[in-house]
Structure formats: structure tokens, C-alpha cells
């Protein structure tokens, strides 16, 4: 059994910053690449950012100078280091862990509300 979970989200004016957190845990094979998705009402699931074993990251164009994406190997825990949030940020944020055999395991989401 393998539990993501996240932590961080909640409501802050545009301009503001929030961080989110994710934690994988239980029998979990090797994590290889954790990210962030989100989404909103009637729109599929983007990828926000991704980070690799080796730290190689990846980024939606819209975020890309605003948030940044970290991980500690050690405890499988991945971060999200939102800046400059704007009220299109708003959505479920979702936490991916995906492990060496590309077996995918997904938080509950964390919504981030982002007020203009």
C-alpha cells in the first residue's frame, strides 16, 4: 500500500506566495519522477512541474518563471514553491510519484484558490 499525500494549499491573494508539500509512503518500489498537476472544473489534468531521480526538472511554460520544484530524495518528498501566484493558478493542485517500473501513484489534492 502507498500513500501520497499533499499539504500546503489554501487561499491567497494574486502577487502571494504558497508552498506545497507531498510525501510518499508505505511499500513504494523506487521513485523515480514526482511532479505536480492540476486541475480545474471541466478541464483535463496539466502538468505543472516535474523533477527526476538525477534532479532534471521540467515546467509548464506558465509557471516557469514563478514556481520551482525541489525533492528530497531520502524521504520521498517532493515541493512546489509558488511565487507571483495569479487568479488563473487557481485549481487542484495534485501530487504524482511515479516509480522505476512507471507505475503511477496519486495524492488526494490540495486546492489553491488565488484571489484577484
Known amino acids: 500500500q502507498v500513500q501520497v499525500v499533499e499539504s500546503g494549499g489554501g487561499l491567497v491573494q494574486a502577487g502571494g506566495s504558497l508552498r506545497l508539500s507531498c510525501a510518499a509512503s508505505?511499500?513504494?518500489?523506487?521513485?523515480?519522477?514526482m511532479g505536480w498537476y492540476r486541475q480545474t472544473p471541466g478541464k483535463q489534468r496539466e502538468m505543472v512541474a516535474t523533477?527526476?531521480?538525477?534532479?532534471?526538472?521540467n515546467y509548464a511554460d506558465s509557471v516557469k518563471t514563478r514556481f520551482t520544484i525541489s525533492r528530497d530524495g531520502a524521504k520521498n518528498t517532493v515541493y512546489l514553491q509558488m511565487n507571483s501566484l495569479k487568479p488563473e493558478d487557481t485549481a487542484i493542485y495534485y501530487c504524482?510519484?511515479?516509480?522505476?517500473?512507471?507505475?503511477?501513484?496519486w495524492g488526494q489534492g490540495t486546492q489553491v484558490s488565488v484571489s484577484s
Open positions: 504524482n510519484v511515479r516509480d522505476l517500473r512507471k507505475v503511477d501513484f
Open positions: 508505505g511499500s513504494i518500489f523506487t521513485v523515480d519522477t
Open positions: 523533477i527526476t531521480r538525477s534532479g532534471r526538472t
